[in-house]
């Protein structure tokens, strides 16, 4: 029979894989391919951590495939149509990716198998609905959260698929994982790197969360707990998809938190959709206003804010958690974001950037839509004008310094009073550095900013 070519990208899995599962429905032998097409990948390259992860998934993902993995390296689209011509593909599937120039790439790849004769079958395989499904009772896209949200939340998801019991795999010459360099060497800054990438660690992580989760209300919110289900980077790479994180929780229990945390993956979906009608939104403020905004350059200050240097505990511990550990709580993200963007006037794009090397849950849609949210240029974005005191925001969700002691251990045996403002204590400590930016004056300079903008 002719084979079937199961092109992998971001769902990094066998259970509740749609083109998967549609392929070993035909009976016929499956190719299992991943493509790194890093130098020609449609939206952008991936990022220091993302490779990092991704080596480890794939290496999980081939385990899982009893080493039939096919790997290749370079243009996607070229490398499927020569494959299928040489395999004798009778058909190619693949799940669906929302990304704007994937979704042009793979159109256009679509079209050409189809003129070759390939038969293409594309899927649902990353998301609850489809990004066009929802929309206003205007018939638009969706531009606020809370109506997308009710709306979403008024459908049920479909149910997972189960992973197949048996196929059938032909190997295929390919690269070797090792020869894709996608670790770091010289140095290896993943060492503090505490993750098991892969479908199987993707679910311990799931059910380990799960007991846990009446508590996700409150508990969410303190970066010194593990209360939230750093689901992020699996959810991100498909090693879970959505709809067997939601069936899970649905089944678990039906608390306040289960219903708080379904509606984090209702912000997922948001960003999706956002990025899917709002292609431009990766580089330019959805609310166009903000185009004549001055930011500052501020070179010195972007440089100290991304090594954990700022002298702004919270925000410093943040952006340490950050490199050490590629992921950094939800709270603290929209710390360090409003003290980069509001304090230091520096443009958002910029810390979107530093996030999209640094993160293992880098997500095009969700960290762009969250920085312009906390820029106050998304959509439904919080105003401008809010702007987040450091201090009290530490102060507030990490009340005895727990969290800053960990990644800022130059400030440990601070008292717990002047543990997020060291430089009022009476002998500020000699190895952290002094803020700076002094935030009752950054922050009058923004309102003075956005005053202006407002005024243009
Ligand atoms: C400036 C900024 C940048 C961000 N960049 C990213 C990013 O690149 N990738 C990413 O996955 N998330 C991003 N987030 C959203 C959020 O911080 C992370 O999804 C969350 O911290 C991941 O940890 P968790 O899995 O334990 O989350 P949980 O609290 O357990 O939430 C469950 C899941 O819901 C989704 N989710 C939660 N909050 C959000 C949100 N605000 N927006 C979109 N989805 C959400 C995630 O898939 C998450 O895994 C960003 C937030 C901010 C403020």
Redesign the pocket.
């Known amino acids: 029979m002719k084979p079937v070519i199961v092109w992998f990208r971001q769902d990094l899995r066998l259970a509740d894989n749609p083109a998967l599962h549609a392929a070993v429905q035909t009976g016929a032998p499956i190719v299992a391919l991943f493509v790194l097409d890093d130098g020609r990948a449609p939206d952008r390259d991936l990022g220091g951590a993302s490779r990092w992860w991704l080596h480890h998934s794939l290496a999980a993902l081939d385990a899982s495939l009893k080493k039939h993995l096919v790997l290749r390296r370079g243009d996607a689209a070229a490398i499927i149509t020569t494959l299928a011509g040489q395999t004798g593909a009778q058909a190619v599937m693949w799940n669906r990716c929302y990304e704007p120039s994937a979704v042009a790439r793979d159109t256009d790849l679509k079209a050409d198998l189809v003129a070759q004769g390939v038969e293409v079958q594309t899927f649902n395989g990353a998301l609850l609905h489809e990004p066009w499904e929802l929309k206003t009772g205007a018939g638009k896209p969706f531009r606020v959260f809370t109506p997308f949200w009710n709306a979403m939340r008024a459908r049920e998801a479909a149910r997972p698929l189960p992973a197949p019991r048996a196929m059938t795999l032909q190997r295929l010459d390919g690269d070797r994982l090792d020869a894709w360099n996608l670790l770091p060497t010289r140095p290896d800054w993943a060492t503090g790197f505490d993750w098991t990438p892969g479908e199987k660690s993707a679910q311990e992580a799931l059910y380990d969360?799960l007991p846990h989760i009446a508590q996700?209300r409150t508990a969410?919110d303190l970066p010194d707990r593990d209360g939230?289900?750093?689901?992020?980077?699996h959810?991100?790479w498909g090693e879970i998809s959505p709809r067997q994180v939601w069936q899970a929780v649905r089944t678990h229990d039906h608390s306040d938190g289960a219903e708080t945390?379904l509606k984090?993956?209702g912000?997922?979906e948001?960003?999706a959709q956002l990025l899917f009608h709002n292609p431009g939104m990766t580089t330019n403020p959805l609310d166009a206003r903000f185009e004549k905004f001055k930011w500052r350059t501020g070179k010195k200050d972007l440089s100290a804010w991304t090594r954990g240097q700022t002298g702004i505990p919270i925000v410093d511990a943040g952006m340490r958690q950050l490199w050490q550990t590629g992921?950094?709580?939800?709270r603290v993200?929209?710390i360090?974001?409003s003290l980069l963007i509001k304090h230091l006037g520096i443009h958002w794009r910029d810390?979107?950037a530093w996030?999209?090397d640094c993160?293992v849950?880098?997500?095009?849609a969700?960290?762009v839509?969250?920085?312009q949210?906390?820029a106050g240029c998304g959509a439904d974005a919080a105003p401008f004008f809010r702007i987040f005191n450091p201090v009290l925001q530490g102060e507030k969700f990490d009340p005895r310094g727990v969290y800053v002691r960990r990644f800022v251990p130059e400030l440990a045996a601070m008292p717990d009073k002047f543990i997020h403002m060291p430089w009022a204590a009476p002998q500020p400590p000699r190895n952290y550095p002094a803020p700076i930016v002094d935030l009752a004056e950054g922050r009058a300079r923004a309102l003075a900013a956005f005053q202006a903008l407002k005024q243009s």
């Open positions: 969360f996700y969410r939230t289900s750093r689901l992020s980077p959810l991100h945390f984090e993956l912000w997922r948001f960003c992921w950094m709580h939800n993200r929209m360090v974001a810390g979107e996030f999209w993160l849950d880098a997500d095009l969700s960290n839509a969250n920085w949210w906390v």
